[in-house]
Protein backbone atom coordinates (compact mmCIF):
# COMPACT_ATOMS: atom_id res chain seq x y z
CA UNK A 1 0.00 0.00 0.00
CA UNK A 2 1.19 3.72 -0.64
CA UNK A 3 1.27 5.89 2.23
CA UNK A 4 2.68 9.62 1.95
CA UNK A 5 3.25 10.60 5.84
CA UNK A 6 -0.15 9.96 7.71
CA UNK A 7 -2.19 9.88 4.55
CA UNK A 8 -2.27 6.17 2.78
CA UNK A 9 -3.02 6.64 -0.78
CA UNK A 10 -5.53 4.18 -2.79
CA UNK A 11 -3.70 1.57 -5.09
CA UNK A 12 -2.20 2.34 -8.47
CA UNK A 13 -3.72 -1.12 -9.42
CA UNK A 14 -6.43 -3.29 -8.46
CA UNK A 15 -5.49 -6.44 -6.78
CA UNK A 16 -7.15 -9.84 -8.48
CA UNK A 17 -8.60 -12.65 -6.48
CA UNK A 18 -9.72 -15.81 -7.59
CA UNK A 19 -12.34 -17.67 -5.24
CA UNK A 20 -11.60 -20.52 -2.99
CA UNK A 21 -12.76 -23.92 -2.82
CA UNK A 22 -11.37 -26.75 -1.24
CA UNK A 23 -8.53 -25.27 -0.13
CA UNK A 24 -7.04 -23.93 -3.63
CA UNK A 25 -7.26 -20.74 -5.53
CA UNK A 26 -9.42 -20.95 -8.37
CA UNK A 27 -9.69 -18.37 -11.78
CA UNK A 28 -12.99 -16.63 -12.55
CA UNK A 29 -14.00 -17.26 -16.48
CA UNK A 30 -15.20 -12.76 -15.77
CA UNK A 31 -14.36 -10.41 -13.13
CA UNK A 32 -15.66 -7.97 -11.28
CA UNK A 33 -14.06 -4.63 -11.40
CA UNK A 34 -14.61 -2.75 -7.91
CA UNK A 35 -14.08 0.97 -7.60
CA UNK A 36 -13.37 2.70 -4.30
CA UNK A 37 -16.35 4.71 -3.14
CA UNK A 38 -14.32 7.32 -1.58
CA UNK A 39 -12.02 7.98 -4.82
CA UNK A 40 -14.12 6.18 -8.24
CA UNK A 41 -10.29 4.08 -8.63
CA UNK A 42 -9.99 0.58 -9.73
CA UNK A 43 -8.92 -1.27 -6.46
CA UNK A 44 -10.11 -4.87 -7.08
CA UNK A 45 -11.08 -7.19 -9.34
CA UNK A 46 -13.05 -10.86 -7.86
CA UNK A 47 -14.31 -13.50 -9.95
CA UNK A 48 -18.03 -13.65 -11.24
CA UNK A 49 -18.58 -17.75 -10.27
CA UNK A 50 -21.25 -19.75 -12.23
CA UNK A 51 -24.13 -21.99 -10.69
CA UNK A 52 -20.91 -24.72 -11.79
CA UNK A 53 -18.38 -23.27 -9.39
CA UNK A 54 -21.30 -22.76 -6.40
CA UNK A 55 -21.72 -26.34 -6.53
CA UNK A 56 -18.29 -27.26 -6.56
CA UNK A 57 -17.87 -25.34 -3.28
CA UNK A 58 -20.92 -26.95 -1.81
CA UNK A 59 -19.54 -30.47 -2.47
CA UNK A 60 -15.85 -29.42 -0.68
CA UNK A 61 -17.69 -28.44 2.21
CA UNK A 62 -19.85 -31.31 2.44
CA UNK A 63 -16.80 -34.20 1.57
CA UNK A 64 -15.13 -32.15 4.22
CA UNK A 65 -17.74 -32.45 6.71
CA UNK A 66 -18.45 -36.10 6.69
CA UNK A 67 -15.46 -36.97 6.43
CA UNK A 68 -14.74 -35.01 10.27
CA UNK A 69 -11.56 -33.63 9.60
CA UNK A 70 -12.67 -30.76 11.12
CA UNK A 71 -15.92 -31.44 13.34
CA UNK A 72 -13.64 -34.76 14.76
CA UNK A 73 -11.05 -32.60 16.00
CA UNK A 74 -11.24 -32.03 20.27
CA UNK A 75 -12.64 -28.61 20.92
CA UNK A 76 -9.20 -27.59 22.49
CA UNK A 77 -7.59 -28.59 18.45
CA UNK A 78 -10.20 -26.44 16.94
CA UNK A 79 -9.55 -23.58 18.79
CA UNK A 80 -5.83 -23.94 18.34
CA UNK A 81 -6.42 -23.22 14.97
CA UNK A 82 -8.45 -20.11 15.99
CA UNK A 83 -6.12 -18.92 18.44
CA UNK A 84 -3.74 -18.84 15.75
CA UNK A 85 -5.81 -17.27 13.36
CA UNK A 86 -6.08 -14.33 15.76
CA UNK A 87 -2.27 -14.19 15.69
CA UNK A 88 -2.03 -14.00 11.85
CA UNK A 89 -5.19 -11.03 11.80
CA UNK A 90 -2.64 -9.07 14.17
CA UNK A 91 0.20 -8.85 12.01
CA UNK A 92 -2.05 -8.41 8.69
CA UNK A 93 -4.30 -5.92 10.93
CA UNK A 94 -3.40 -2.66 8.45
CA UNK A 95 -3.54 -4.75 5.04
CA UNK A 96 -6.82 -5.90 6.08
CA UNK A 97 -7.73 -2.51 6.99
CA UNK A 98 -6.60 -0.92 3.88
CA UNK A 99 -8.91 -3.58 1.65
CA UNK A 100 -11.81 -2.79 3.95
CA UNK A 101 -11.53 0.84 3.35
CA UNK A 102 -11.20 0.66 -0.29
CA UNK A 103 -13.87 -1.21 -1.31
CA UNK A 104 -16.64 -0.14 1.73
CA UNK A 105 -15.68 3.77 2.00
CA UNK A 106 -15.59 3.81 5.63
CA UNK A 107 -12.51 5.68 7.62
CA UNK A 108 -9.56 3.59 8.06
CA UNK A 109 -9.19 4.08 12.13
CA UNK A 110 -12.28 2.65 12.04
CA UNK A 111 -11.63 0.17 10.05
CA UNK A 112 -8.03 -0.74 11.81
CA UNK A 113 -10.92 -0.44 14.96
CA UNK A 114 -13.50 -3.39 13.47
CA UNK A 115 -10.47 -6.03 12.79
CA UNK A 116 -9.52 -5.57 16.36
CA UNK A 117 -13.00 -6.88 17.02
CA UNK A 118 -12.77 -8.99 14.46
CA UNK A 119 -10.16 -10.50 16.16
CA UNK A 120 -11.40 -10.64 19.67
CA UNK A 121 -14.27 -12.30 17.81
CA UNK A 122 -11.81 -15.20 16.62
CA UNK A 123 -9.90 -15.52 20.55
CA UNK A 124 -13.89 -15.69 21.95
CA UNK A 125 -14.70 -18.41 19.18
CA UNK A 126 -11.89 -20.47 20.59
CA UNK A 127 -12.65 -20.21 23.97
CA UNK A 128 -16.45 -21.42 22.77
CA UNK A 129 -14.82 -24.71 20.66
CA UNK A 130 -13.69 -25.86 24.08
CA UNK A 131 -16.60 -24.50 26.43
CA UNK A 132 -19.13 -26.12 23.70
CA UNK A 133 -21.11 -29.21 25.52
CA UNK A 134 -24.48 -30.43 26.22
CA UNK A 135 -26.42 -31.65 28.72
CA UNK A 136 -27.67 -34.39 30.65
CA UNK A 137 -30.72 -35.63 33.31
CA UNK A 138 -29.73 -37.93 35.89
CA UNK A 139 -33.50 -37.27 36.98
CA UNK A 140 -35.26 -40.21 35.31
CA UNK A 141 -35.15 -43.20 37.44
CA UNK A 142 -32.51 -45.70 38.36
CA UNK A 143 -33.02 -47.34 35.21
CA UNK A 144 -32.44 -45.12 32.59
CA UNK A 145 -29.91 -42.50 31.68
CA UNK A 146 -30.40 -38.98 29.40
CA UNK A 147 -27.53 -37.10 27.57
CA UNK A 148 -28.16 -34.48 25.27
CA UNK A 149 -25.65 -33.89 23.18
CA UNK A 150 -24.70 -30.99 20.68
CA UNK A 151 -23.61 -32.05 17.44
CA UNK A 152 -22.83 -29.54 14.18
CA UNK A 153 -25.72 -28.77 11.92
CA UNK A 154 -23.75 -29.56 8.92
CA UNK A 155 -22.59 -27.50 5.92
CA UNK A 156 -23.18 -24.09 6.18
CA UNK A 157 -24.25 -21.00 3.54
CA UNK A 158 -22.91 -17.91 4.65
CA UNK A 159 -24.18 -14.40 2.96
CA UNK A 160 -22.65 -11.29 3.81
CA UNK A 161 -23.41 -7.43 3.07
CA UNK A 162 -21.33 -4.52 2.10
CA UNK A 163 -21.64 -2.83 5.19
CA UNK A 164 -19.47 -4.51 7.76
CA UNK A 165 -17.70 -7.19 5.14
CA UNK A 166 -15.33 -8.06 7.18
CA UNK A 167 -16.91 -7.43 10.86
CA UNK A 168 -20.11 -9.47 9.76
CA UNK A 169 -17.97 -12.10 8.27
CA UNK A 170 -15.93 -12.75 12.10
CA UNK A 171 -18.49 -12.41 13.76
CA UNK A 172 -19.78 -15.65 12.30
CA UNK A 173 -17.05 -17.70 10.79
CA UNK A 174 -15.20 -18.16 14.08
CA UNK A 175 -18.51 -19.38 16.08
CA UNK A 176 -19.30 -21.59 12.72
CA UNK A 177 -16.41 -23.37 13.04
CA UNK A 178 -16.25 -24.15 17.24
CA UNK A 179 -19.24 -25.78 16.32
CA UNK A 180 -17.46 -27.83 14.18
CA UNK A 181 -19.05 -26.98 10.68
CA UNK A 182 -18.08 -26.41 7.17
CA UNK A 183 -18.74 -23.25 5.21
CA UNK A 184 -19.38 -21.90 1.58
CA UNK A 185 -19.09 -17.57 1.64
CA UNK A 186 -20.65 -15.28 -0.37
CA UNK A 187 -19.64 -11.98 0.46
CA UNK A 188 -21.34 -8.80 -1.32
CA UNK A 189 -20.14 -8.60 -4.91
CA UNK A 190 -18.94 -5.16 -3.69
CA UNK A 191 -16.93 -5.97 -0.98
CA UNK A 192 -15.65 -9.18 -1.11
CA UNK A 193 -11.61 -8.59 -1.28
CA UNK A 194 -11.41 -9.17 2.76
CA UNK A 195 -13.32 -12.42 2.86
CA UNK A 196 -10.63 -13.93 0.34
CA UNK A 197 -7.72 -12.76 2.35
CA UNK A 198 -9.39 -14.46 5.90
CA UNK A 199 -9.03 -17.96 3.23
CA UNK A 200 -5.52 -17.05 2.88
CA UNK A 201 -5.49 -16.25 6.68
CA UNK A 202 -7.21 -19.37 8.02
CA UNK A 203 -5.24 -22.09 5.27
CA UNK A 204 -1.86 -20.59 7.22
CA UNK A 205 -3.28 -21.44 10.96
CA UNK A 206 -4.15 -25.03 9.58
CA UNK A 207 -7.45 -24.99 8.86
CA UNK A 208 -8.11 -28.44 7.00
CA UNK A 209 -9.24 -27.76 3.46
CA UNK A 210 -12.98 -27.74 2.17
CA UNK A 211 -13.49 -26.16 5.81
CA UNK A 212 -14.09 -22.32 4.56
CA UNK A 213 -15.08 -21.93 0.54
CA UNK A 214 -15.45 -18.90 -1.00
CA UNK A 215 -17.50 -17.65 -4.07
CA UNK A 216 -18.13 -14.47 -4.98
CA UNK A 217 -20.41 -13.23 -7.70
CA UNK A 218 -23.60 -10.96 -7.36
CA UNK A 219 -26.67 -12.06 -4.86
CA UNK A 220 -29.38 -12.52 -8.27
CA UNK A 221 -27.59 -15.37 -9.28
CA UNK A 222 -24.84 -17.20 -6.87
CA UNK A 223 -26.62 -15.97 -3.63
CA UNK A 224 -30.20 -17.59 -4.73
CA UNK A 225 -28.12 -20.68 -5.76
CA UNK A 226 -27.12 -21.11 -2.34
CA UNK A 227 -30.39 -20.55 -0.67
CA UNK A 228 -31.86 -22.65 -2.49
CA UNK A 229 -29.16 -25.34 -2.46
CA UNK A 230 -30.49 -28.43 -1.35
CA UNK A 231 -27.30 -29.85 -0.05
CA UNK A 232 -26.59 -27.04 2.28
CA UNK A 233 -28.29 -27.71 6.04
CA UNK A 234 -28.23 -23.86 7.69
CA UNK A 235 -28.22 -20.52 5.82
CA UNK A 236 -26.61 -17.29 7.91
CA UNK A 237 -27.49 -13.96 5.88
CA UNK A 238 -27.30 -10.65 6.85
CA UNK A 239 -29.18 -8.37 4.53
CA UNK A 240 -32.01 -6.59 3.58
CA UNK A 241 -35.03 -7.79 4.82
CA UNK A 242 -36.37 -8.18 1.55
CA UNK A 243 -34.25 -10.63 0.40
CA UNK A 244 -34.32 -12.43 4.02
CA UNK A 245 -38.15 -12.78 2.98
CA UNK A 246 -36.94 -14.71 -0.47
CA UNK A 247 -34.30 -16.83 1.63
CA UNK A 248 -37.37 -18.51 3.00
CA UNK A 249 -39.17 -18.69 0.67
CA UNK A 250 -35.75 -20.74 -0.95
CA UNK A 251 -35.35 -22.71 2.26
CA UNK A 252 -39.38 -24.20 2.29
CA UNK A 253 -38.88 -24.75 -1.50
CA UNK A 254 -35.44 -26.86 -1.08
CA UNK A 255 -34.88 -28.83 2.04
CA UNK A 256 -36.07 -26.36 4.92
CA UNK A 257 -32.41 -25.52 5.74
CA UNK A 258 -32.20 -23.69 8.89
CA UNK A 259 -31.69 -19.87 8.96
CA UNK A 260 -30.28 -17.24 10.43
CA UNK A 261 -31.59 -14.04 9.58
CA UNK A 262 -30.15 -10.83 10.50
CA UNK A 263 -32.30 -7.79 8.81
CA UNK A 264 -32.92 -4.29 8.59
CA UNK A 265 -33.36 -1.79 11.72
CA UNK A 266 -35.41 1.27 12.29
CA UNK A 267 -33.44 1.38 16.42
CA UNK A 268 -35.08 4.01 18.60
CA UNK A 269 -33.07 6.44 21.00
CA UNK A 270 -35.00 7.26 23.75
CA UNK A 271 -33.57 10.26 25.92
CA UNK A 272 -35.46 11.33 28.97
CA UNK A 273 -34.85 14.89 30.38
CA UNK A 274 -32.86 13.75 33.27
CA UNK A 275 -30.04 11.99 31.08
CA UNK A 276 -26.93 14.17 30.82
CA UNK A 277 -27.96 15.67 27.64
CA UNK A 278 -24.13 16.50 26.06
CA UNK A 279 -23.63 12.52 26.67
CA UNK A 280 -27.05 11.84 24.97
CA UNK A 281 -26.08 14.39 22.16
CA UNK A 282 -22.79 12.85 21.34
CA UNK A 283 -24.49 9.41 21.42
CA UNK A 284 -27.46 10.14 18.95
CA UNK A 285 -24.54 11.50 16.62
CA UNK A 286 -22.09 9.02 16.85
CA UNK A 287 -25.49 6.49 16.65
CA UNK A 288 -26.73 7.71 13.13
CA UNK A 289 -23.15 8.67 11.65
CA UNK A 290 -20.93 6.01 12.78
CA UNK A 291 -20.00 3.85 9.81
CA UNK A 292 -22.22 6.87 7.13
CA UNK A 293 -25.37 5.45 9.13
CA UNK A 294 -25.37 2.12 6.97
CA UNK A 295 -25.43 0.20 9.86
CA UNK A 296 -28.49 -2.57 10.89
CA UNK A 297 -27.83 -0.77 14.44
CA UNK A 298 -27.65 3.01 13.82
CA UNK A 299 -30.22 4.30 15.95
CA UNK A 300 -32.29 6.65 13.46
CA UNK A 301 -35.26 7.15 15.35
CA UNK A 302 -34.51 10.03 18.00
CA UNK A 303 -37.72 10.18 20.55
CA UNK A 304 -36.60 12.79 22.65
CA UNK A 305 -38.39 14.12 26.60
CA UNK A 306 -40.60 17.32 25.11
CA UNK A 307 -39.56 19.56 27.84
CA UNK A 308 -35.72 19.53 26.56
CA UNK A 309 -36.32 18.59 22.78
CA UNK A 310 -35.94 22.02 21.51
CA UNK A 311 -32.48 22.04 23.44
CA UNK A 312 -31.03 19.03 22.83
CA UNK A 313 -31.99 19.13 19.23
CA UNK A 314 -29.95 22.35 19.14
CA UNK A 315 -27.26 20.81 21.11
CA UNK A 316 -27.34 17.56 18.25
CA UNK A 317 -27.16 19.77 15.53
CA UNK A 318 -24.09 21.64 16.29
CA UNK A 319 -22.54 18.63 17.47
CA UNK A 320 -23.43 16.53 13.92
CA UNK A 321 -21.91 20.24 11.71
CA UNK A 322 -18.55 19.40 13.84
CA UNK A 323 -18.21 16.00 12.61
CA UNK A 324 -15.35 15.52 9.93
CA UNK A 325 -16.41 13.66 7.15
CA UNK A 326 -13.66 13.23 3.94
CA UNK A 327 -11.37 10.95 2.40
CA UNK A 328 -11.68 7.97 3.99
CA UNK A 329 -7.74 7.35 4.02
CA UNK A 330 -7.53 10.44 5.79
CA UNK A 331 -6.38 9.37 9.52
CA UNK A 332 -8.47 12.15 10.58
CA UNK A 333 -11.46 11.22 9.06
CA UNK A 334 -14.97 10.39 11.13
CA UNK A 335 -17.13 9.64 8.31
CA UNK A 336 -16.28 8.23 4.66
CA UNK A 337 -18.00 7.91 1.48
CA UNK A 338 -21.21 6.45 0.67
CA UNK A 339 -20.55 2.29 -0.37
CA UNK A 340 -22.92 2.01 -3.12
CA UNK A 341 -24.53 4.68 -5.82
CA UNK A 342 -27.54 3.11 -5.20
CA UNK A 343 -27.38 3.83 -1.65
CA UNK A 344 -26.11 7.10 -2.12
CA UNK A 345 -29.28 7.45 -4.15
CA UNK A 346 -31.64 6.37 -1.58
CA UNK A 347 -30.36 8.50 1.04
CA UNK A 348 -30.56 11.75 -1.05
CA UNK A 349 -33.94 10.58 -2.14
CA UNK A 350 -35.03 9.80 1.42
CA UNK A 351 -33.85 13.57 2.56
CA UNK A 352 -35.61 14.72 -0.39
CA UNK A 353 -38.94 13.19 0.75
CA UNK A 354 -38.43 14.32 4.08
CA UNK A 355 -38.64 17.56 2.97
CA UNK A 356 -41.15 17.22 0.82
CA UNK A 357 -42.97 15.45 4.02
CA UNK A 358 -43.22 18.75 5.90
CA UNK A 359 -40.24 17.59 8.46
CA UNK A 360 -37.63 20.96 9.49
CA UNK A 361 -33.82 20.34 8.28
CA UNK A 362 -31.82 21.38 11.00
CA UNK A 363 -28.44 19.88 9.83
CA UNK A 364 -26.67 18.45 6.98
CA UNK A 365 -29.22 17.22 4.17
CA UNK A 366 -27.21 17.30 1.24
CA UNK A 367 -24.24 15.47 -0.68
CA UNK A 368 -20.87 17.04 -0.06
CA UNK A 369 -18.28 17.31 -3.34
CA UNK A 370 -14.87 16.43 -2.19
CA UNK A 371 -13.86 16.35 -6.13
CA UNK A 372 -13.76 12.44 -6.08
CA UNK A 373 -16.27 9.66 -4.68
CA UNK A 374 -19.70 10.25 -2.96
CA UNK A 375 -20.81 11.79 0.72
CA UNK A 376 -23.62 12.87 2.45
CA UNK A 377 -23.68 15.24 5.44
CA UNK A 378 -24.92 13.74 9.03
CA UNK A 379 -28.51 15.00 8.15
CA UNK A 380 -30.72 16.07 11.35
CA UNK A 381 -34.68 16.11 10.68
CA UNK A 382 -37.10 17.38 13.29
CA UNK A 383 -40.65 17.97 13.69
CA UNK A 384 -40.92 14.15 12.16
CA UNK A 385 -44.65 12.78 12.83
CA UNK A 386 -44.30 8.61 13.00
CA UNK A 387 -46.30 8.00 10.32
CA UNK A 388 -43.63 9.82 7.86
CA UNK A 389 -42.05 7.37 5.13
CA UNK A 390 -38.49 9.05 6.86
CA UNK A 391 -39.52 7.30 10.20
CA UNK A 392 -41.07 4.14 9.20
CA UNK A 393 -38.50 3.02 6.27
CA UNK A 394 -35.02 2.01 7.09
CA UNK A 395 -33.13 4.70 5.35
CA UNK A 396 -29.28 3.15 5.67
CA UNK A 397 -27.79 6.51 5.45
CA UNK A 398 -26.67 9.78 8.12
CA UNK A 399 -30.36 10.59 8.22
CA UNK A 400 -31.91 10.99 12.09
CA UNK A 401 -35.31 11.55 12.74
CA UNK A 402 -36.52 13.35 15.60
CA UNK A 403 -39.77 12.79 17.53
CA UNK A 404 -41.31 13.74 20.99
CA UNK A 405 -42.74 12.61 23.88
CA UNK A 406 -44.47 13.47 27.51
CA UNK A 407 -44.87 10.08 29.60
CA UNK A 408 -42.66 7.02 29.65
CA UNK A 409 -45.69 4.87 28.25
CA UNK A 410 -45.80 7.12 25.01
CA UNK A 411 -42.00 6.74 24.84
CA UNK A 412 -42.53 3.37 24.68
CA UNK A 413 -45.25 3.21 21.98
CA UNK A 414 -43.05 5.36 19.67
CA UNK A 415 -39.92 3.16 20.28
CA UNK A 416 -42.05 0.05 19.70
CA UNK A 417 -44.26 1.08 16.31
CA UNK A 418 -41.86 -0.34 13.87
CA UNK A 419 -41.81 -3.54 12.00
CA UNK A 420 -38.27 -4.20 13.39
CA UNK A 421 -36.81 -5.02 16.44
CA UNK A 422 -32.88 -5.06 15.78
CA UNK A 423 -31.70 -2.10 18.59
CA UNK A 424 -32.48 0.38 21.19
CA UNK A 425 -30.97 3.04 23.42
CA UNK A 426 -31.77 4.98 26.20
CA UNK A 427 -30.52 7.60 27.97
CA UNK A 428 -31.61 8.59 31.72
CA UNK A 429 -30.17 8.90 35.41
CA UNK A 430 -33.25 7.12 36.63
CA UNK A 431 -32.94 3.28 37.07
CA UNK A 432 -36.94 2.84 37.05
CA UNK A 433 -37.06 4.13 33.90
CA UNK A 434 -33.94 2.65 32.41
CA UNK A 435 -35.20 -0.78 33.16
CA UNK A 436 -38.95 -0.44 32.36
CA UNK A 437 -37.86 1.04 28.55
CA UNK A 438 -35.36 -2.03 28.36
CA UNK A 439 -37.70 -4.61 29.37
CA UNK A 440 -40.92 -3.01 27.29
CA UNK A 441 -38.56 -1.97 24.04
CA UNK A 442 -38.79 -4.77 21.80
CA UNK A 443 -35.15 -5.32 20.41
CA UNK A 444 -33.05 -7.66 20.46
CA UNK A 445 -29.56 -5.14 21.51
CA UNK A 446 -30.11 -2.88 23.97
CA UNK A 447 -27.45 -0.02 25.42
CA UNK A 448 -28.35 2.32 28.87
CA UNK A 449 -26.49 5.65 28.42
CA UNK A 450 -24.09 4.36 26.09
CA UNK A 451 -24.54 2.94 22.01
CA UNK A 452 -23.36 0.41 19.98
CA UNK A 453 -20.68 -0.49 22.89
CA UNK A 454 -20.27 -4.11 22.83
CA UNK A 455 -17.59 -7.65 22.03
CA UNK A 456 -18.25 -11.06 20.75
CA UNK A 457 -19.21 -12.33 23.94
CA UNK A 458 -22.67 -10.94 23.78
CA UNK A 459 -25.05 -12.36 21.61
CA UNK A 460 -26.29 -10.42 18.62
CA UNK A 461 -29.81 -10.63 16.17
CA UNK A 462 -33.21 -9.22 16.23
CA UNK A 463 -36.76 -9.57 17.38
CA UNK A 464 -39.61 -8.90 14.96
CA UNK A 465 -38.87 -8.43 11.71
CA UNK A 466 -35.11 -7.83 12.39
CA UNK A 467 -34.98 -11.45 11.90
CA UNK A 468 -34.38 -14.79 13.68
CA UNK A 469 -31.44 -16.18 15.81
CA UNK A 470 -28.60 -14.99 17.44
CA UNK A 471 -24.85 -14.70 16.37
CA UNK A 472 -21.23 -14.28 18.55
CA UNK A 473 -21.00 -15.80 22.05
CA UNK A 474 -21.78 -19.21 23.15
CA UNK A 475 -25.19 -18.31 21.66
CA UNK A 476 -23.67 -17.99 18.35
CA UNK A 477 -22.51 -21.24 18.54
CA UNK A 478 -24.81 -23.16 19.42
CA UNK A 479 -26.67 -21.75 16.64
CA UNK A 480 -25.10 -23.77 14.10
CA UNK A 481 -25.80 -27.03 16.26
CA UNK A 482 -28.54 -29.55 17.06
CA UNK A 483 -29.75 -31.59 19.50
CA UNK A 484 -29.55 -35.34 20.02
CA UNK A 485 -31.58 -36.92 23.35
CA UNK A 486 -29.58 -39.98 23.63
CA UNK A 487 -31.56 -42.97 26.05
CA UNK A 488 -29.39 -45.21 27.76
CA UNK A 489 -30.68 -48.24 29.51
CA UNK A 490 -29.18 -48.96 33.00
CA UNK A 491 -29.26 -52.85 33.64
CA UNK A 492 -31.93 -55.25 33.14
CA UNK A 493 -34.55 -54.63 30.91
CA UNK A 494 -37.82 -54.93 32.50
CA UNK A 495 -39.33 -57.10 29.55
CA UNK A 496 -42.79 -56.25 27.70
CA UNK A 497 -43.48 -59.98 26.49
CA UNK A 498 -43.83 -62.07 29.35
O1 LIG B 1 -28.85 -5.66 0.29
P1 LIG B 1 -29.03 -7.14 -0.19
P2 LIG B 1 -28.45 -4.39 -0.61
C1 LIG B 1 -30.49 -3.08 3.85
C2 LIG B 1 -30.37 -1.57 3.74
C3 LIG B 1 -30.01 -1.35 2.30
C4 LIG B 1 -30.81 -2.45 1.64
C5 LIG B 1 -30.33 -2.87 0.29
O2 LIG B 1 -31.61 -0.99 4.00
O3 LIG B 1 -30.40 -0.12 1.81
O4 LIG B 1 -30.73 -3.53 2.54
O5 LIG B 1 -28.95 -3.24 0.33
C6 LIG B 1 -26.89 -10.88 -1.39
N1 LIG B 1 -30.49 -14.27 -2.73
N2 LIG B 1 -29.29 -3.72 4.35
O6 LIG B 1 -29.22 -4.33 -1.87
O7 LIG B 1 -29.43 -7.16 -1.62
C7 LIG B 1 -25.98 -9.78 -1.84
O8 LIG B 1 -25.15 -10.22 -2.90
C8 LIG B 1 -29.43 -14.40 -1.94
C9 LIG B 1 -29.26 -4.00 5.75
O9 LIG B 1 -27.01 -4.43 -0.77
O10 LIG B 1 -29.89 -7.81 0.80
C10 LIG B 1 -25.22 -9.49 -0.57
O11 LIG B 1 -24.19 -10.48 -0.41
N3 LIG B 1 -28.56 -13.43 -1.68
C11 LIG B 1 -28.19 -4.93 6.12
C12 LIG B 1 -26.29 -9.66 0.51
O12 LIG B 1 -27.28 -10.50 -0.08
C13 LIG B 1 -28.78 -12.23 -2.25
C14 LIG B 1 -26.91 -4.84 5.39
C15 LIG B 1 -26.97 -8.38 0.98
O13 LIG B 1 -27.53 -7.72 -0.14
C16 LIG B 1 -29.89 -12.01 -3.09
C17 LIG B 1 -27.08 -4.55 3.99
C18 LIG B 1 -30.76 -13.10 -3.33
N4 LIG B 1 -31.85 -12.99 -4.09
C19 LIG B 1 -28.24 -3.97 3.54
N5 LIG B 1 -29.86 -10.73 -3.50
C20 LIG B 1 -27.93 -5.15 7.57
N6 LIG B 1 -28.82 -5.87 8.24
O14 LIG B 1 -26.92 -4.74 8.11
C21 LIG B 1 -28.79 -10.16 -2.94
N7 LIG B 1 -28.12 -11.07 -2.18
Known amino acids: MDQVKNYLLPPKAPREYGFFVDGRWHEGRDQFERLSPGHGVPVTRTAKCTPEDLNAAV ?6 FEDRRWSGLSGAARGAVLLRVAEILRQRRDEIAYFETLENGKPIAQARGEIDHCIACFE ?7 LLHGDSYNSLGDGLFGMVLREPIGVVGLITPWNFPFLILCERVPFILASGCTMVVKPSEVTSATTLILAEVLAEAGLPDGVYNVITGSGRT ?3 ALTEHPDVDMLSFTGSTAVGRSCVHAAADSNFKKLGLELGGKNPIIVFADSDLEDAADGAAFGISFNTGQCCVSSSRLIVERSVAAEFEKLLAEKMARIRVGDPLDEATQVGAITTDQQNTTILDYIAKGKAEGAQLVAGGQAIDLGKGQY ?3 TLFTGVSPDMAIARDEIFGPVLCSMSFDTIEQAIELANDTVYGLAASVWTKNIDKALTVTRRVR ?8 IMAGGPEMPLGGFKQSGWGREAGTYGVEEYTQVKSVH ?3 GKRSHWIA
Open 124 to 130: VGAGAAR
Open 222 to 224: IGQ
Open 488 to 490: VEI
Open 376 to 378: IAP
Open 443 to 450: AGRFWVNT
Open 59 to 64: VSARRA
